[in-house]
């Protein structure tokens, strides 16, 4: 059977013109997502797939998707966060027949590698991440004109451009008021790099609630670093170490969380009697805090979400060059866990 008959029989089947069908097969913003779903799960059912090539041919695009991650960055490749964000991107892009470009390029040639794709016709879109306070990838990439979306946002520039990011600033205010609703005045941040936009608006919300609490913290309370296990134990060490060590910390990944479970086991604290921790929780596939009662409290965001929701928002601006950007901003649940108690008198 063609794939232009299997098309006309999908149609028939489900009482559907084959226009709208192959629009919701291919992923056009103007089909309703209960049509595409429906679409999906009859093509599924009778195991029909677009002709891919053949939409290459007719489309003019490339039908990928390209992810750019820098030489001094691959790690981020392994992290679990970077994981669960393709995860759920590459599943959007897959419904809609696209595939997905992940490609390691040295630094001071990602700009470069960006011009060669768009050149070359390679991608029809790619997905910036890890954007700084000031992110020079967004100009850029406007000027040529290359549909991109970014994960997370850039405070510093004046650029229209499509994004999917996470409202850090109040969750970290949340997080931090928490805290000092339980009784806490002397609380550590242990935060991401401080060029990262993500870590400036954490920053930003931490402060707020010490100062609309009248709390005065010198900066020895905030530290940045890596989201790694290691510079989570090291960095909580450096802050129970201080003359008035805090009785709480809140932390930007689970991650670092248990850099700081560590370092509490190697001062003989225990987590949440001696010191509470609030950390900020992506849902992570493997690192999943299923408990009835949560081991930590945490601002929680699913980062798989935010990846679907940058393809879902990539891939109307392919097929929409002249759309107006768009942002979405998510907020964080705020799950109480059993790491948080009021201060325990030392």
Known sequence: ??????????????GMSQ???????NGFPEVSEKTRQLV???AAKRNYKPNVRARRLATGKS??????????????????????????????????????????VP??????????????????????????????RIAQLNNLNLPFVVHGRSSNTVEKYNWVD??????????????????HTTIGLINGLADMDFAMRRAQGYRRALKENNIELADAYLTHGEMTEPNGHKNA????????????????????????RRALDDRELKLGRDVSVITHDDDLS????AAAVPVYTATRSSVREAGRLSADLLLKAIADPGRDPEGILLDAELILGSSTKPPRRR
């Open 107 to 136: 630094d001071e040639d990602e700009f470069t590698s960006y011009k060669e794709l768009a050149a070359r016709s390679a991608v029809d879109g790619v997905v910036v991440h890890a954007p700084r306070v000031d992110e020079k």
């Open 63 to 104: 039908m990928t998707i390209g992810h750019l991650v820098s030489v001094s960055k691959e790690h981020e490749m392994v992290n679990p966060i970077f994981a669960d964000f393709i995860a759920g991107a590459s599943a959007r892009y897959a419904q809609s027949g696209y595939d997905l470009l992940l490609s390691l």
């Open 237 to 260: 060490l450096a802050l129970l170490d201080l003359p008035t060590p805090p009785t709480a910390f809140v932390t930007s990944s689970i991650i670092m969380a248990n850099g700081i």
């Open 40 to 42: 999906l799960k009859a």
């Open 286 to 289: 493997y690192f999943r805090d």
């Open 19 to 25: 226009t709208t069908v192959s629009r919701a097969l």
């Open 1 to 14: 059977m063609t794939n232009s008959t299997n098309l006309k029989s999908l149609s028939q089947e489900l």
């Open 166 to 183: 996470v409202n850090n600033e109040r969750s970290f205010f949340r997080a931090t008021q928490l805290l000092i609703e339980l009784g």
